[in-house]
């Protein structure tokens, strides 16, 4: 299988998948309980989420495994059992995605802070590193450490990654806007973010969740200032989120993100997908104008 950066070197675009967490809800899944442990009990379900987003277009398939750390797996009384937890998602997708589609293995902020010394670089780098090896045993092609906000924990998370595995490593943040700049909870920058990723040695970088695809464009931009080179990967929020008729409600439907997609592209995204809210019908959008994009560039 080739690795994901070397597909968009020749100006391919790819499309990745949509949200897992929302999913889970509509298929049962009770809040307070544990998503990564329907990677044992209820491995079907987790299989038809990924299956529906390769049938919806997805070259990229992530795994059930955002919260699939010590820490948070600790919550519920889970930890013993993470290694098992992270190798099945990532077999539970690699089945899934079949031969020609890509497994990405989704790593999750642990929600510790090194600054408040609440955790040690230790305890980080390992449950890092018991993840990533897991993944690789389980078939997946790269990780996507995700919805990331500190570069100190995203460090520990590529070093355990690059020494213990020879996964592809891509790398995330999500950021806040504030007038015309955009933020991490840690205060970092999309320039700043590309600069130190890229010497920690991510081979993608890029941003996910957020308010929407509508502030996609302008953050590409910002990572493109720093390289014209290195792969980035958007995955968007479907907007915010409303509660109408006790009803979870995102904003952004399939047919709204039409127009701002070839926009991300033009920005100098090689990777879209979505995040919080995103179903296989965004996918779909999505695939079809990657597709379109991807066939008109062929011609020319």
């Known amino acids: 299988m080739h690795k994901i950066s070397d597909l968009v070197k020749n100006g391919r675009i790819l499309t990745s998948d949509g949200a897992w967490g929302t999913y889970l809800f509509k298929k049962g ?21 990924a299956k529906s987003y390769v049938l919806a277009g997805s070259d990229i398939i992530s795994t059930n495994s955002f919260g699939a750390n010590y820490f948070k797996l600790k919550m519920y009384d889970f930890q013993e059992k993470l ?9 539970i997708s690699r089945r899934a995605a079949g031969l020609d589609k890509l497994v990405m293995a989704s790593i999750g902020p642990t929600g510790k802070f090194l600054i408040m010394g609440d955790v040690t670089e230790e305890e980080l780098y390992n449950t890092f590193k018991q993840q990533s090896i897991a993944f690789e045993k389980g078939g997946a092609d790269a990780v996507c450490i ?11 998370a590529i ?16 950021f806040d806007k504030s007038g015309d700049e955009f933020k991490s909870l840690m205060g970092v920058a999309p320039q700043q973010m590309t600069e130190s990723l890229i010497n920690y040695g991510a081979d993608i970088v890029g ?8 502030d996609m464009p302008k953050i590409v ?6 390289s014209a080179t ?9 907007g915010l989120p409303v509660f109408e008729n006790d009803e979870l409600i995102y904003s952004q439907t399939p047919e709204k993100i039409k127009s701002i997609i070839p926009k991300i592209i033009e920005a100098g995204a090689n990777i879209i997908g979505g995040c919080c809210g995103t179903t296989p019908e965004h996918i779909k959008v999505i695939s079809e104008i990657v597709t379109a994009y991807n066939q008109r560039k062929i011609s020319n």
């Open 159 to 174: 070093k355990a990654v690059k020494e213990n595995t020879s996964l592809e490593i891509i790398c995330t943040f999500t």
């Open 146 to 156: 995700e919805t990331f906000y500190a570069l100190d924990e995203a460090e520990l």
């Open 83 to 91: 290694s098992e937890i992270c190798q099945t998602a990532a077999e």
């Open 29 to 49: 899944l009770i809040t307070g309980s544990c998503p990564e442990e329907w990677n044992l009990t209820h491995q079907e379900d987790v299989f038809e989420i």
């Open 230 to 238: 290195i792969p980035i990967i958007i995955q968007a929020n479907a």
């Open 207 to 214: 941003a996910n969740c957020g308010f929407g695809y509508e």
């Open 221 to 226: 931009q910002n990572i493109r200032s720093v």
